[in-house]
């Protein structure tokens, strides 16, 4: 797991309460049960209806690519099971490689791999396993729009709740010792919605995308992989032409481990 996103999510909780003690206030002041359940339950429902069933389905997964998403492997072990996979298949056959790709934890170089075992044309290899690329791309863009949505309607949620607080505390003028809290009690919702929006709800969008791009980026590396491997390319080619591909930071990084 990716830990990133709820360090994050902790690090800017932490600096709000923080914050709130220094200015001499008490947490709990906004610990508040209707504006909590207006401002979520409100944004959940704004976004549902943005979005269809079979979406709403998808959520829990959702939640999980947003908040506790897979670590991406890092492009070095990859790189190094591609080029012994090519040692292999270059000495002994791309048959060879039928008994180890039984072994390949990583469903995506597995299907590809079999493919080329099996005879594939290379052109309908590629298009293929770029298609499914394609295809993963276009759902997490999918996913990360839930949460986008989300974080754009949380902050006019709050608004909302905060209208109503006001209006509460416009039906009891009457009673002035009891304005500056009912006052205060109506902008929690406010203060939930942008809470939520930016501390929530935009980052897992952003961590959905920047996870799938990853993700795409190391499939993309595989599909050169099994090309190079299914058209019998040296070992010590196949590592070059993939390290290419890399970032530079960690072209860097696995030059200097190599060293």
Not at 10 to 20: E, K, N, Q, T
Not at 186 to 192: E, K, R, S
Request: charged letters at 20%.
């Amino acid at each position: 797991m990716d830990p990133a996103t709820l360090i994050g999510v902790a690090v800017a909780l932490v600096a709000i309460l923080v914050s709130m003690i220094l200015e001499g206030s008490s947490p709990m002041a906004i610990i508040l049960i209707p504006p909590i359940i207006l401002v979520f339950v409100g944004t959940f429902g704004a976004a549902v209806a943005g979005s269809t069933m079979a979406d709403v389905k998808k959520m829990g997964a959702w939640m999980k690519q947003g908040f506790m998403p897979a670590a991406v492997p890092p492009a070095a072990d990859k790189i190094a099971e591609l080029v012994t996979l090519a040692e292999k298949a270059r000495k002994e056959g791309l048959l060879a490689l039928e008994g180890p790709i039984k072994n390949i934890e990583d469903p995506f170089l597995q299907r590809g791999l079999q493919m080329a075992v099996d005879g594939t044309d290379p052109e309908d290899l590629r298009t293929v396993l770029e298609a499914e690329i394609s295809a993963k791309k276009a759902e997490d863009k999918v996913a990360a729009k839930f949460f986008t949505a989300m974080g754009g309607y949380a902050p006019t949620i709050g608004i909302i709740g905060t209208v109503i607080g006001l209006i509460h505390v416009l039906e009891n003028l009457n009673q002035p010792d009891k304005l500056g809290h009912l006052i205060a009690a109506a902008f929690v919702a406010t203060l939930w919605g942008v809470l939520s929006a930016n501390v929530l709800w935009l980052p897992a969008g952003a961590k959905i995308t920047r996870t799938s791009d990853l993700q795409a980026a190391q499939m993309k590396l595989l599909v050169e992989g099994i090309s190079e491997i299914q058209a019998g390319t040296s070992p010590r080619t196949v590592r070059q032409k993939l390290t290419s591909l890399v970032p530079p930071s960690e072209a860097a990084a696995m030059a200097k481990a190599a060293a």
